[in-house]
């Protein structure tokens, strides 16, 4: 190139720019970027022309982006910013964005601006990102590069699911405060951390780590564990309670157990009905079994529903403590009475886990009073009545330190009972749940106390005496041990370790009391040399030892330690009481509960009222002044002003005014009088808080009883001091007589004196308002359970303002709510009215302190809100009434007149009244049965028939019940006499008691006494509180009925209260469901009952099926321990625990939602609620036994064949690598083979390799042995006949050839029987070994089918078959246990059963062997390899063959498995949906309408053999229904076949993803190996095909290939399923065949009516009574004898049924024999066989007579089945033989869907 002219001779041209210069090369600046520029180069001549240009265009790079960054990153996105390049302002351009993640394909994005968000991104991820300038009219930059990465983010929603004391569950680092920080790592969005510290904070963050590194913040939240005492309070359900204290008006509260019976079902109901079986003094009460919810038949025990915490057995301690720490101070008051009352043990000093302090229970122990009478020198001995916190007493306590073989609280019970009856006093390890390691009771110290009785044959100890017991170790609760130190008179320490150490030295420094070391020389460990080096010691300190050597029983030990009670006792012991238990408890730090706030100034309010009671007669008259005189002269002016009895000749108008006027005056001196300071002090505590309040009414109860307890022993010592020694003086004994009679003094006195108060402040014209707020005050204290006085009893008079008043203010407070029923108790004086009432509800009628009940008091219960419709009302209101015929009130008011009005009051408010009989053939029983007698003929008169319950006390005499219907008759007879002739003496016609009153006589209840033994320690008799108890569930069960009149609003019970007491007055008077709809409900419940049955089953069955192919591919097809399969069984069996755990939950919360429902009645059958779920749980039971057995199974039968999969597997291999060998081998290039020398070399290869293989094979078992072992098992201690039966059976597999005959009993029936019974007898025993062979052919049938079900598995012989069977057997007997098959015939059945199955079960073994041989398996695949060997040679594509080989060999089977798994179930449920399939009546409706119109030898096999024709029916409906339509087989083989094939082609098409372009990213083998890894969850795919390379195929296309395959294999088996007619042998074929479970599912509960032979028609399997819609009795087994039916025990009857009559006349070999057989019989009655069953039949009245279906079917039969039966044809009416088979469908369709169900009880 020519020379340019130096740049300073360039000159610019308009838009050119000329440049010179004298270089070959030049550099332009300044150019725009991204813009064209035509250059021309020139040389000047010499003769200053110019060359010819040279031309050249370029253009300028287009320049990147600048400044890249990077901004906000976050997990899925990031912010980037960037600046243009200079120049580019006028260029029209805009950016591309390029970024990727490794592994990933390049994503753009484009913008005009100068920055962007990339969003979509993977968390944690790096991304390599460029940004590009990019020209509008094309052009791209360099891209500029920075590297990013997403952050990570940190977990979301960090919640705590669980928290219990030692581990918590989140959804981990962890740290407590002064804790190093634990971590923890999972895979899971859920973790559980253990090991935690109960009670204790924790701090937990959570961060998001990435495999490759980093991590994210952590998400933090902070935990408190449960300590110990939350822990328990949750298991036990109560936990709410532990600041909202439970109170007695919770615990009184009347709900479904009350009516039923029934037990709870979660633990807080559990624990609420121990509390309430508690306040009923239930000896039982403490003795706690508490179920998983599977067995709720005992009343004595608690069950409980199924929790997400499993059931675990408490110990009795600590249910009381917690019980104590839940409950306020008024309920532990209740609790420790009652605690005493049943001589159980009383907490003393309360532990609290969580507080780690003691509370001393003084307070809970105030209402404690205990009798006694100490031994005193000569004749007299004192009987004494207090409280037990005032009595001085001395303490002897018990500890232990260290370990002690010896129970020291089993010692304490022996210690204070007598030989003779020894009491549970003590919990001990003995007991129920004993033994059950104590969680929160520890530290807990229980006292008791032994009272002397006064007669020293009896009496253990001859002075009172306390006993305290420290639970646990003396040397963890060193402030209890301190506490009894100081009380203690002497302290027994049990401890068997006596090496000297500071424990023992600690022990001497007890001063002035004394101490016992007791030990046990045997125990291990007891060191003697210690012991002989420490007694001197002890000696030497004044210890005593008490030591238990191997010559020394238990009852030597106990005299021991009673002697040195004793010895203690006459030493004049240290005495303690409350108060001084308070000083020490306080010096000590130990909380007093006397000291709460609520309680201590409760006490001192009341301690202010009664510090001046001194003498009780005068203070009531200075204190108590308007119930005296004045009210009692008001009463009988309000008497006289409705009698006018003392008007005699006086003008009534003007008399009545006088009347009237004398009660002005009176009620003007009452306001004068006014209100005593007393009384204001009074009407100031009942002003309080609604707690202050409580505890003032108990401290006022406590402080008058102690005051009259005090006043009426002296005036009682008195009294018996002026009889013995001045019987003369009758005036200073009637006057110590009225004495004795005033000096009670009660609250009912303060409330009486309020009542009257208020009274007068209403007459005045301006009450006080303080006065107005009583009412409301004391309907309060009704609404907790605090009783109201409703008569005056010293008077005989109702206040009717004031009680008007306070049920008007209690109604306000209670509606809508306000329905009451009433229940009154009436009888004569001291029969234990009060006493009853308060142990059925729980309450506290006065019955302490020697006070008898005056006038009526009425008490609240509340009806729990569940119950209330049922029991139709809001309350109940129990009221007490004062004893009839009083000997007391018989001196000083006309009894006669009180008895009558106080009767009639009662019982005409009454909805149910209580007469209480507490004597036998007393005189005053025809007295009480007069008054009764009198009040209700009143009552009947006033329109009201309330309910009567008549209850006789104190009967000792067992066979009371046995003795009972005569009593009863004669009771009824009396009550009949009384009313007729109370009947004339009110003036209206003659009746009967029954014509007055609902009575039932059989329902009269018998009650034993109340203590069992001799008082004071007498413990409450066990049979006193079931009794209660049993006639509170036949009360409140009484109340439920529609005949029972209605419950009555407060307003309405005010109303005629008043109405009542002014007829009282004027004496005016003249003296289970609705069965239907029960049924209707029950009938829709099993209905949907069944569906949530069969969802349950079809979900565990999916499951277990799932869970079976996971071991069965477990190793199958990859390298695998044979260890690894228990791992595997231990994980589906927590699995399978928790699966059924879920599935119960929505079992159970199933029947709960449909009993929350309003609609279909279900409130009528809410007592059933229990059976469902009860059902439920055993059908939850039995599935998860089934499963375990299943899962059981499967693991042992892949352990079997594992090894051999591994031999298959290798020996697989090593033909592959043979063939691939010979294939080389014999490659010779231009000389190929002949296809026989191919097969020849293919031969001697094949030979040699086969046997230089390892040939395993599966173990030979001898399966007769191993059933002969189980039959040896299952026999157990069977007599030495029936194990000598099992001896001459062996060997087993040689038995249960031929027919199995039955032997006859010959001891069924003993002679004197035989001859009782005559003829009969024989012909029954005949029926019964009849009976008993056609059970055995049934029962082997059962298990041939069984054991030819297991056959059809071909699978191997599990020892698990053979229990199965057994179990099988045992399950028929035990239906048929009515026919009291012998042990030995029951023994035969099984030895004949087990050796068919031995001999069958060995046969099934050994084909599983063959079939499992190696050698036959590898022979099996011979010509595969062959071929494939030829292929290889012949370089031949095998991928179209092999595809095909697979999808036929190995996953066509594998399909076939899987729909003949799920096939059953499948049926069911499509048949669940169909005509006779959808409910057992449904079921029964349409094999009775197949009889109209079948033959004979049907009908006869119906009635015969109901079970076999059943059955048949069963089949033959299924295979009817799956032969068409939708519901065909076909149909649902299909439907199963296209889901699976579905599935195989998703797993294909995910494989395929991974073969890469070239299609060798995956070998085919790979490829095959990840398909079968896709499916394993839900096929078992076997190896069927060769393994050999495949050098010649591409994965891809043998991927095209399967995917062609699977189609026409589908096809294939469509057509195969269509073209299979024998549905019959389809369904036998499958496991667990659907008609066998379907039939046993609408079998129901299998019963049969021993009568008719008719099958119990109420749906489910668990209900207790049976119901059927009865056949002819000709048709049964009955026999019908002398005109007269034989009863027997055992069977209980319900009804009695009268219909019409059918005559079968029986042959004879001589002549005829005549047997009247009725249709349904006069009297029901069972057979022979019957004798031992305890079944419960129900024969309804709808049924009474024959319906038109059986009368045709008998028309139609009646020759053939006579002929078959030995008889002649049966006499039947003519208008039967009229009957149409139409209206014979009529009746039948009207008998199983009626208008209106049946009925069903």
């Given at each position: 190139?020519?020379?340019?002219?130096?740049?300073?001779q360039?000159?610019?041209?308009?838009?050119?720019?000329?440049?010179?210069?004298?270089?070959?090369?030049?550099?332009?600046?300044?150019?725009?970027?991204?813009?064209?520029?035509?250059?021309?180069?020139?040389?000047?001549?010499?003769?200053?022309?110019?060359?010819?240009?040279?031309?050249?265009?370029?253009?300028?790079?287009?320049?990147?982006?600048?400044?890249?960054?990077t901004?906000?990153?976050?997990?899925?996105?990031?912010t980037?910013?960037?600046?243009?390049?200079?120049?580019?302002?006028?260029?029209?351009?805009?950016?591309?964005i390029?970024?990727?993640?490794?592994?990933?394909?390049?994503?753009?994005?484009?913008?005009?601006?100068?920055?962007?968000?990339?969003?979509?991104?993977?968390?944690?991820?790096?991304?390599?990102?460029?940004?590009?300038?990019?020209?509008?009219?094309?052009?791209?930059?360099?891209?500029?590069?920075?590297?990013?990465?997403?952050?990570?983010?940190?977990?979301?929603?960090?919640?705590?699911?669980?928290?219990?004391?030692?581990?918590?569950?989140?959804?981990?680092?962890?740290?407590?405060?002064?804790t190093?920080?634990?971590?923890?790592?999972?895979?899971?969005?859920?973790?559980t951390?253990?090991?935690?510290?109960?009670?204790?904070?924790?701090?937990?963050?959570?961060?998001?780590?990435?495999?490759?590194?980093?991590?994210?913040?952590?998400?933090?939240?902070?935990?408190?564990?449960?300590?110990?005492?939350?822990?328990?309070?949750?298991?036990?359900?109560?936990?709410?309670?532990?600041?909202?204290?439970?109170?007695?008006?919770?615990?009184?509260?009347?709900?479904?157990?009350?009516?039923?019976?029934?037990?709870?079902?979660?633990r807080?109901?559990?624990?609420?009905?121990?509390?309430?079986?508690?306040?009923?003094?239930?000896?039982?009460?403490?003795?706690?079994?508490?179920?998983?919810?599977?067995?709720?038949?005992?009343?004595?025990?608690?069950?409980?529903?199924?929790?997400?915490?499993?059931?675990?057995d408490?110990?009795?301690?600590?249910?009381?403590?917690?019980?104590?720490?839940?409950?306020?101070?008024?309920?532990?008051q209740?609790?420790?009475?009652?605690?005493?009352?049943?001589?159980?043990?009383?907490?003393?000093?309360?532990?609290?886990?969580?507080?780690?302090?003691?509370?001393?229970?003084?307070?809970?122990?105030?209402?404690?009073?205990?009798?006694?009478?100490?031994?005193?020198?000569g004749?007299?001995?004192?009987?004494?009545?207090?409280?037990?916190?005032?009595?001085?007493?001395?303490?002897?306590?018990?500890?232990?330190?260290?370990?002690?073989?010896?129970?020291?609280?089993?010692?304490?019970?022996?210690?204070?009972?007598?030989?003779?009856?020894?009491?549970?006093?003590?919990?001990?390890?003995?007991?129920?749940?004993?033994?059950?390691?104590?969680?929160?009771?520890?530290?807990?110290?229980?006292?008791?106390?032994?009272?002397?009785?006064?007669?020293?044959?009896?009496?253990?100890?001859?002075?009172?005496?306390?006993?305290?017991?420290?639970?646990g170790?003396?040397?963890?609760?060193?402030?209890?041990?301190?506490?009894?130190?100081?009380?203690?008179?002497?302290?027994?320490?049990?401890?068997?370790?006596?090496r000297?150490?500071?424990?023992?030295?600690?022990?001497?420094?007890?001063?002035?009391?004394?101490?016992?070391?007791v030990?046990?020389?045997?125990?291990?460990?007891?060191?003697?040399?210690?012991?002989?080096?420490?007694?001197a010691?002890?000696k030497?300190?004044?210890?005593?030892?008490?030591?238990?050597?191997?010559?020394?029983?238990?009852?030597?030990?106990?005299?021991?330690?009673?002697?040195?009670?004793?010895?203690?006792?006459?030493?004049?012991?240290?005495?303690?009481?409350?108060?001084?238990?308070?000083?020490?408890?306080?010096?000590?730090?130990?909380?007093?509960?006397?000291?709460?706030?609520?309680?201590?100034?409760?006490?001192?309010?009341?301690?202010?009222?009664?510090?001046?009671?001194?003498?009780?007669?005068?203070?009531?008259?200075?204190?108590?002044?308007?119930?005296?005189?004045?009210?009692?002269?008001?009463?009988?002016?309000?008497k006289?002003?409705?009698?006018?009895?003392?008007?005699?000749d006086?003008?009534?108008?003007?008399?009545?005014?006088?009347?009237?006027?004398?009660?002005?005056?009176?009620?003007?001196?009452?306001?004068?009088?006014?209100?005593?300071?007393?009384?204001?002090?009074?009407?100031?505590?009942?002003?309080?808080?609604?707690?202050?309040?409580?505890?003032?009414?108990?401290?006022?109860?406590?402080?008058?009883?102690?005051?009259?307890?005090?006043?009426?022993?002296?005036?009682?010592?008195?009294?018996?001091?002026?009889?013995?020694?001045?019987?003369?003086?009758?005036?200073?004994?009637?006057?110590?007589?009225?004495?004795?009679?005033?000096?009670?003094?009660?609250?009912?006195?303060?409330?009486?004196?309020?009542?009257?108060?208020?009274?007068?402040?209403?007459?005045?014209?301006?009450?006080?308002?303080?006065?107005?707020?009583?009412?409301?005050?004391?309907?309060?204290?009704?609404?907790?359970?605090?009783?109201?006085?409703?008569?005056?009893g010293?008077?005989?008079?109702?206040?009717?303002?004031?009680?008007?008043?306070?049920?008007?203010?209690?109604?306000?407070?209670?509606?809508?709510?306000?329905?009451?029923?009433?229940?009154?108790?009436?009888?004569?004086?001291?029969?234990?009215?009060?006493?009853?009432?308060?142990?059925?509800?729980?309450?506290?009628?006065?019955?302490?302190?020697?006070?008898?009940?005056?006038?009526?008091?009425?008490?609240?219960?509340?009806?729990?809100?569940?119950?209330?419709?049922?029991?139709?009302?809001?309350?109940?209101?129990?009221?007490?009434?004062e004893?009839?015929?009083?000997?007391?009130?018989?001196?000083?008011?006309?009894?006669?007149?009180?008895?009558?009005?106080?009767?009639?009051?009662?019982?005409?408010?009454?909805?149910?009244?209580?007469?209480?009989?507490?004597?036998?053939?007393?005189?005053?029983?025809?007295?009480?049965?007069?008054?009764?007698?009198?009040?209700?003929?009143r009552?009947?008169?006033?329109?009201?028939?309330?309910?009567?319950?008549?209850?006789?006390?104190?009967?000792?005499?067992?066979s009371?019940?046995?003795?009972?219907?005569?009593?009863?008759?004669?009771?009824?007879?009396?009550?009949?006499?009384?009313?007729?002739?109370?009947?004339?003496?009110?003036?209206?016609?003659?009746?009967?008691?029954?014509?007055?009153?609902?009575?039932?006589?059989?329902?009269?209840?018998?009650?034993?006494?109340?203590?069992?033994?001799?008082?004071?320690?007498?413990?409450?008799?066990?049979?006193?509180?079931?009794?209660?108890?049993?006639?509170?569930?036949?009360?409140?069960?009484?109340?439920?009925?529609?005949?029972?009149?209605?419950?009555q609003?407060?307003?309405?019970?005010?109303?005629?209260?008043?109405?009542?007491?002014a007829?009282?007055?004027?004496?005016?008077?003249?003296?289970?469901?609705?069965?239907?709809?029960?049924?209707?409900?029950?009938?829709?419940?099993?209905?949907?009952?069944?569906?949530?049955?069969?969802?349950f089953?079809?979900?565990?069955?999916?499951?277990?099926?799932?869970?079976?192919?996971?071991?069965?591919?477990?190793?199958?097809?990859?390298?695998?321990?044979?260890?690894?399969?228990?791992?595997?069984?231990?994980?589906?069996?927590?699995?399978?625990?928790?699966?059924?755990?879920?599935?119960?939950?929505?079992?159970?919360?199933?029947?709960?939602?449909?009993?929350?429902?309003?609609?279909?009645?279900?409130?009528?059958?809410?007592?059933?609620?229990?059976?469902?779920?009860?059902?439920?749980?055993?059908?939850?039971?039995l599935?998860?036994?089934?499963?375990?057995?299943?899962?059981?199974?499967?693991?042992?039968?892949?352990?079997?064949?594992?090894?051999?999969?591994?031999?298959?597997?290798?020996?697989?291999?090593?033909?592959?690598?043979?063939?691939?060998?010979?294939?080389?081998?014999?490659?010779?290039?231009?000389?190929?083979?002949?296809?026989?020398?191919?097969?020849?070399?293919?031969?001697?290869?094949?030979?040699?390799?086969?046997?230089?293989?390892?040939?395993?094979?599966?173990?030979?078992?001898?399966?007769?042995?191993?059933?002969?072992?189980?039959?040896?098992m299952?026999?157990?201690?069977?007599?030495?006949?029936?194990?000598?039966?099992?001896?001459?059976?062996?060997?087993?597999?040689?038995?249960?050839?031929?027919?199995?005959?039955?032997?006859?009993?010959?001891?069924?029936?003993?002679?004197?029987f035989?001859?009782?019974?005559?003829?009969?007898?024989?012909?029954?025993?005949?029926i019964?070994?009849?009976?008993?062979?056609?059970?055995?052919?049934?029962?082997?049938?059962?298990?041939?089918?069984?054991?030819?079900?297991?056959?059809?598995?071909?699978?191997?012989?599990?020892?698990?078959?053979?229990?199965?069977?057994?179990?099988?057997?045992?399950?028929?007997?035990?239906?048929?246990?009515?026919?009291?098959?012998?042990?030995?015939?029951?023994?035969?059945?099984?030895?004949?059963?087990?050796?068919?199955?031995?001999?069958?079960?060995?046969?099934?073994?050994?084909?599983?062997?063959?079939?499992?041989?190696?050698?036959?398996?590898?022979?099996?695949?011979?010509?595969?390899?062959?071929?494939?060997?030829?292929?290889?040679?012949?370089?031949?594509?095998?991928?179209?063959?092999?595809?095909?080989?697979?999808?036929?060999?190995?996953?066509?089977?594998?399909?076939?498995?899987?729909?003949?798994?799920?096939?059953?179930?499948?049926?069911?449920?499509?048949?669940?949906?169909?005509?006779?399939?959808?409910?057992?009546?449904?079921?029964?409706?349409?094999?009775?309408?197949?009889?109209?119109?079948?033959?004979?030898p049907?009908?006869?096999?119906?009635?015969?053999?109901?079970?076999?024709?059943?059955?048949?029916?069963?089949?033959?409906?299924?295979?009817?229904?799956?032969?068409?339509?939708?519901?065909?087989?076909?149909?649902?083989?299909?439907?199963?076949?296209?889901?699976?094939?579905?599935?195989i082609?998703?797993?294909?098409?995910?494989?395929s993803?991974?073969?890469?372009?070239?299609?060798?990213?995956?070998?085919?083998?790979?490829?095959?190996?990840?398909?079968?890894?896709?499916?394993?969850?839900?096929?078992?795919?076997?190896?069927?095909?060769?393994?050999?390379?495949w050098?010649?195929?591409?994965?891809e296309?043998?991927?095209?290939?399967?995917?062609?395959?699977?189609p026409?294999?589908?096809?294939?088996?469509?057509?195969?399923?269509?073209?299979?007619?024998?549905?019959?042998?389809?369904?036998?074929?499958?496991?667990d065949?659907?008609?066998?479970?379907?039939?046993?599912?609408?079998?129901?509960?299998g019963?049969?009516?021993?009568?008719?032979?008719?099958?119990?028609?109420?749906?489910?399997?668990?209900?207790?009574?049976?119901?059927?819609?009865?056949?002819?009795?000709?048709?049964?087994?009955?026999?019908?004898?002398?005109?007269?039916?034989?009863?027997?025990?055992?069977?209980?009857?319900?009804?009695?049924?009268?219909?019409?009559?059918?005559?079968?006349?029986?042959?004879?070999?001589?002549?005829?024999?005549?047997?009247?057989?009725?249709?349904?019989?006069?009297?029901?009655?069972a057979?022979?066989?019957?004798?031992?069953?305890?079944?419960?039949?129900?024969?309804?009245?709808?049924?009474?007579?024959?319906?038109?279906?059986?009368?045709?079917?008998?028309?139609?039969?009646?020759?053939?089945?006579?002929?078959?039966?030995?008889?002649?044809?049966?006499?039947?009416?003519?208008?039967?033989?009229?009957?149409?088979?139409?209206?014979?469908?009529?009746?039948l369709?009207?008998?199983?869907?009626?208008?209106?169900?049946?009925?069903?009880?």
């Open positions: 190139m020519s020379v340019l002219p130096p740049p300073g360039i000159s610019f041209l308009s838009d050119f720019v000329t440049l010179t210069t004298s270089s070959l090369s030049i550099t332009l600046s300044d150019l725009r970027p991204a813009s064209e520029y035509s250059v021309r180069v020139c040389s000047p001549l010499d003769n200053r022309e110019k060359s010819p240009p040279v031309l050249q265009t370029f253009s300028t790079r287009v320049p990147p982006p600048a400044d890249l960054t901004e906000q990153v976050q997990p899925s996105s990031v980037l910013r960037w600046t243009k390049a200079g120049g580019m302002e006028t260029i029209p351009h805009h950016f591309l390029t970024y990727s993640s490794p592994g990933t394909e390049s994503q753009t994005t484009q913008t005009a601006d100068c920055c962007t968000t990339l969003t979509d991104l993977l968390s944690g991820t790096q991304y390599t990102v460029g940004v590009s300038t990019v020209l509008d009219h094309g052009g791209e930059s360099e891209p500029v590069n920075t590297t990013i990465c997403t952050s990570i983010p940190p977990p979301d929603k960090l919640t705590v699911v669980s928290v219990d004391a030692t581990e918590t569950t989140l959804p981990h680092n962890l740290v407590s405060p002064g190093q920080s634990q971590t923890t790592q999972t895979a899971d969005c859920c973790t951390l253990t090991d935690l510290l109960a009670g204790t904070h924790y701090t937990v963050g959570v961060s998001t780590v990435l495999d490759h590194g980093g991590h994210s913040e952590p998400a933090s939240t902070t935990i408190i564990t449960d300590s110990i005492l939350h822990r328990t309070l949750e298991s036990l359900g109560i936990r709410c309670f532990l600041d909202n204290k439970l109170t007695v008006d919770k615990v009184r509260e009347i709900g479904e157990d009350a009516a039923s019976g029934q037990t709870a079902t979660d807080q109901s559990q624990v609420l009905l121990f509390l309430r079986r508690l306040l009923m003094m239930n000896m039982k009460a403490r003795s706690l079994t508490w179920h998983n919810n599977q067995d709720s038949g005992s009343n004595d025990s608690l069950s409980s529903e199924d929790e997400e915490v499993p059931d675990e408490i110990n009795p301690l600590d249910l009381i403590t917690a019980l104590f720490l839940c409950s306020d101070g008024i309920l532990q209740e609790l420790s009475l009652k605690l005493s009352l049943c001589q159980f043990a009383v907490p003393l000093l309360l532990p609290n886990p969580e507080t780690q302090q003691s509370t001393l229970m003084l307070w809970a122990m105030r209402d404690i009073v205990k009798q006694s009478r100490p031994h005193t020198p004749d007299s001995k004192e009987y004494v009545e207090k409280s037990i916190v005032d009595t001085e007493i001395p303490l002897i306590s018990f500890v232990r330190l260290g370990s002690s073989s010896l129970s020291k609280s089993k010692f304490l019970n022996e210690l204070l009972s007598n030989s003779s009856q020894i009491n549970s006093t003590f919990v001990h390890h003995n007991m129920t749940d004993g033994n059950t390691p104590r969680q929160i009771s520890d530290g807990l110290v229980e006292t008791s106390w032994y009272l002397p009785s006064g007669d020293p044959g009896i009496d253990v100890f001859s002075e009172p005496v306390a006993v305290a017991n420290l639970r170790d003396l040397q963890k609760y060193q402030t209890q041990f301190a506490f009894l130190s100081q009380i203690s008179s002497a302290v027994f320490v049990f401890c068997d370790d006596l000297f150490d500071a424990s023992i030295v600690r022990l001497q420094s007890m001063k002035k009391r004394k101490l016992f070391v030990c046990d020389s045997q125990s291990q460990s007891h060191d003697k040399a210690s012991f002989k080096k420490l007694k010691e002890l030497k300190n004044s210890i005593g030892v008490i030591k238990k050597d191997i010559n020394m029983n238990d009852a030597a030990l106990v005299k021991k330690l009673r002697s040195a009670v004793k010895d203690v006792l006459k030493s004049k012991p240290l005495t303690v009481k409350g108060n001084r238990m308070a000083d020490v408890a306080h010096e000590l730090g130990i909380i007093v509960d006397e000291d709460y706030s609520p309680c201590k100034s409760a006490k001192s309010k009341a301690d202010k009222i009664t510090a001046n009671v001194f003498d009780i007669p005068e203070y009531k008259d200075r204190q108590l002044p308007l119930q005296q005189d004045t009210w009692k002269k008001l009463t009988a002016l309000e006289e002003e409705c009698k006018l009895k003392k008007a005699g006086k003008d009534i108008d003007k008399y009545k005014k006088e009347l009237m006027k004398d009660k002005e005056t009176l009620r003007k001196k009452q306001v004068e009088i006014g209100m005593s300071p007393s009384i204001k002090d009074f009407i100031a505590g009942l002003k309080t808080s609604e707690e202050e309040r409580s505890y003032f009414l108990k401290w006022m109860k406590i402080n008058l009883d102690d005051l009259s307890s005090t006043r009426l022993s002296d005036l009682r010592r008195k009294y018996r001091d002026i009889c013995q020694k001045s019987p003369e003086r009758k005036d200073l004994i009637a006057n110590l007589d009225e004495q004795i009679l005033n000096s009670s003094l009660g609250t009912e006195h303060f409330f009486r004196e309020v009542g009257q108060l208020y009274e007068a402040a209403m007459f005045s014209a301006d009450p006080k308002q303080e006065l107005q707020e009583l009412p409301r005050i004391c309907a309060e204290l009704m609404l907790a359970s605090s009783p109201l006085e409703l008569m005056d010293d008077t005989s008079n109702i206040p009717m303002k004031w009680i008007t008043n306070v049920l008007k203010e209690l109604d306000s407070l209670t509606k809508p709510n306000n329905k009451i029923k009433v229940i009154t108790v009436l009888g004569v004086q001291s029969s234990g009215k009060s006493t009853l009432l308060n142990t059925m509800f729980g309450v506290q009628f006065a019955v302490s302190s020697g006070r008898c009940t005056r006038g009526a008091f009425m008490q609240l219960i509340k009806v729990k809100h569940e119950f209330r419709d049922e029991i139709k009302c809001d309350f109940i209101m129990i009221i007490d009434t004893g009839l015929k009083a000997v007391k009130l018989s001196q000083i008011t006309d009894n006669c007149e009180h008895d009558n009005e106080l009767a009639t009051l009662v019982i005409g408010l009454s909805h149910f009244s209580i007469v209480n009989i507490a004597m036998e053939n007393s005189l005053d029983m025809r007295d009480l049965l007069q008054i009764v007698a009198h009040a209700f003929i009552m009947r008169e006033s329109g009201k028939m309330p309910c009567c319950q008549f209850v006789h006390q104190n009967v000792t005499d067992i009371a019940p046995d003795k009972n219907l005569r009593d009863q008759n004669l009771l009824l007879e009396q009550l009949n006499e009384m009313t007729r002739v109370a009947s004339k003496m009110e003036k209206i016609d003659e009746c009967d008691f029954t014509d007055i009153i609902m009575y039932k006589p059989e329902e009269n209840c018998n009650i034993p006494g109340l203590w069992h033994g001799s008082p004071p320690m007498a413990p409450v008799n066990e049979g006193y509180s079931a009794a209660v108890a049993k006639l509170k569930q036949q009360l409140i069960n009484t109340l439920k009925l529609t005949a029972v009149q209605s419950a609003t407060l307003p309405e019970f005010c109303q005629w209260l008043e109405q009542l007491w007829a009282v007055k004027k004496e005016k008077f003249i003296f289970s469901f609705r069965n239907t709809l029960v049924a209707q409900a029950y009938k829709k419940l099993c209905v949907e009952f069944s569906r949530w049955e069969r969802n089953q079809k979900h565990m069955y999916d499951w277990l099926m799932t869970a079976e192919i996971r071991v069965a591919n477990y190793g199958l097809n990859e390298s695998k321990k044979i260890d690894g399969l228990c791992t595997i069984l231990q994980e589906l069996r927590v699995d399978s625990c928790k699966e059924l755990k879920n599935e119960q939950k929505v079992f159970i919360n199933n029947i709960e939602e449909y009993y929350k429902k309003e609609h279909g009645n279900v409130d009528l059958i809410e007592k059933y609620r229990e059976e469902f779920k009860i059902s439920a749980e055993n059908q939850v039971r599935t998860d036994m089934t499963v375990k057995r299943k899962l059981d199974v499967a693991v042992e039968v892949r352990k079997c064949t594992f090894k051999l999969d591994h031999v298959k597997r290798t020996n697989r291999e090593t033909l592959d690598k043979k063939v691939s060998d010979l294939v080389k081998r014999c490659d010779r290039g231009d000389q190929p083979m002949t296809d026989q020398e191919i097969e020849q070399e293919f031969e001697k290869m094949w030979d040699k390799t086969i046997e230089e293989l390892s040939m395993f094979t599966l173990e030979h078992q001898n399966v007769a042995l191993d059933i002969y072992n189980d039959l040896n299952n026999f157990g201690r069977e007599c030495s006949n029936i194990l000598a039966m099992l001896e001459n059976a062996k060997p087993i597999d040689k038995c249960g050839n031929g027919k199995l005959q039955i032997l006859k009993d010959e001891h069924y029936l003993t002679m004197t035989k001859k009782a019974l005559s003829r009969e007898s024989y012909e029954n025993e005949k019964k070994a009849s009976k008993t062979q056609e059970l055995a052919d049934e029962i082997i049938n059962k298990c041939k089918m069984f054991i030819a079900n297991k056959l059809k598995e071909r699978k191997d012989y599990h020892s698990t078959h053979t229990r199965e069977l057994l179990d099988l057997i045992e399950e028929n007997l035990r239906l048929h246990s009515n026919l009291n098959i012998s042990a030995e015939n029951a023994a035969a059945l099984k030895i004949h059963i087990c050796g068919y199955a031995a001999r069958e079960f060995q046969s099934m073994h050994d084909a599983f062997i063959r079939d499992n041989d190696p050698r036959q398996n590898l022979e099996k695949l011979k010509p595969q390899y062959l071929k494939d060997f030829k292929d290889l040679y012949d370089r031949k594509d095998l991928c179209n063959r092999k595809a095909d080989e697979f999808t036929n060999q190995s996953i066509k089977p594998a399909i076939i498995s899987y729909i003949n798994n799920h096939l059953g179930q499948n049926i069911l449920e499509v048949l669940s949906n169909c005509g006779e399939f959808r409910s057992r009546t449904s079921f029964q409706f349409s094999m009775m309408k197949s009889l109209i119109s079948s033959d004979f049907t009908f006869q096999k119906c009635i015969d053999s109901y079970d076999e024709f059943s059955n048949e029916f069963t089949l033959n409906s299924m295979v009817r229904h799956l032969s068409n339509g939708n519901s065909s087989l076909a149909n649902i083989q299909v439907k199963l076949l296209k889901e699976i094939c579905c599935k082609k998703k797993a294909v098409s995910q494989v993803q991974k073969i890469g372009d070239d299609g060798n990213d995956l070998t085919v083998i790979q490829f095959i190996q990840e398909l079968v890894s896709e499916l394993s969850s839900v096929l078992v795919i076997l190896n069927e095909t060769t393994g050999l390379k050098q010649n195929s591409k994965t296309e043998f991927s095209n290939m399967f995917k062609e395959c699977i026409k294999m589908e096809n294939g088996l469509i057509k195969e399923f269509h073209n299979n007619l024998d549905i019959l042998e389809t369904l036998s074929s499958l496991p065949p659907p008609q066998d479970q379907l039939y046993s599912r609408l079998l129901g509960c019963k049969q009516c021993p009568y008719c032979k008719a099958p119990c028609n109420v749906e489910g399997k668990t209900h207790t009574k049976h119901c059927a819609f009865h056949r002819p009795e000709g048709l049964g087994d009955g026999r019908w004898r002398s005109n007269r039916w034989w009863k027997l025990p055992g069977w209980i009857l319900d009804n009695k049924i009268q219909t019409e009559k059918c005559v079968f006349r029986f042959r004879k070999k001589s002549g005829l024999l005549f047997i009247n057989s009725l249709i349904f019989p006069l009297y029901v009655s057979l022979v066989q019957y004798l031992n069953n305890e079944e419960v039949w129900n024969f309804q009245p709808f049924n009474s007579t024959i319906s038109g279906h059986w009368k045709f079917l008998l028309v139609k039969h009646n020759k053939e089945y006579a002929d078959n039966h030995s008889a002649l044809p049966a006499d039947i009416p003519e208008d039967w033989k009229e009957i149409t088979s139409e209206q014979a469908l009529q009746s369709t009207e008998e199983y869907y009626p208008d209106t169900e049946d009925q069903l009880t």
